[in-house]
């Protein structure tokens, strides 16, 4: 999960479900399970590229239709480059301001 910058508000921002060796529709489950929790939470299910097509036919079941417009599937370059930048911003944040 990733939290926004008002530590007030724990509600996460974000939430990724990362699949590897799970299957899809776990995650996907967990996903529909946050959301019906009243989160207003963005959704990704992050997987190999050659899962993106089980996941298109998961999402598209009757099961996830709640989330089937709000939860979007990246593969992990994306998220990987994400996490590094957001890496070097706080690295370079914390030089400048001497945190």
């Not at 939860?71 to 690295?91: F, G, Q, S, W």
């Amino acid at each position: 999960m990733w939290f926004g910058g008002d530590t007030d508000m724990l509600v996460p921002e974000f939430a990724f479900e990362v699949e590897h060796t799970i299957d899809v529709t776990k995650g996907l489950g967990r996903l529909l399970d946050l959301h019906r929790s009243g989160q207003r939470t963005r959704l990704f299910v992050i997987l190999p590229i050659d899962k993106m097509g089980k996941f298109d036919k998961e999402v598209g079941r009757s099961l996830f239709r709640d989330i089937k417009g709000i939860c979007r599937a990246r593969t992990y370059e994306p998220l990987i480059k994400l996490y590094v930048l957001a890496k070097e911003h706080n690295l370079q944040r914390s030089e400048f301001f001497g945190e």
